[in-house]
């Protein structure tokens, strides 16, 4: 069969590339987002300070759910190759077994 082989070990270091991502979001971004960003900067009372609070705690809010996106996103992906990996040796194993 000529095409497009499937490879395990490409899929693997893929997997691998994913749960290094993940690491980096759930280490690093999360946690500068319940970290130093959590903390709404003293922005004072004037109309502009006002409306700077509110448009960090708006964009605040945002990244945070743009950042939980893709935390989901990757662990989705990190548990479709596990699943892909799992089955492809079941069916190797079904398509050569005689």
Known sequence: MTGIQFSDEALSAFQTTVRQQLDLVEDTIIAKLKGDLALEPAFGKFPQAVQ????YKTN?????T????????LKAIDEACTQTLKNYGKTEEDNTAK
């Open 52 to 55: 700077a609070a509110e448009k």
């Open 60 to 64: 605040f809010g945002s990244a945070w």
């Open 66 to 73: 743009d950042v939980q996106g893709l935390r989901n996103a």
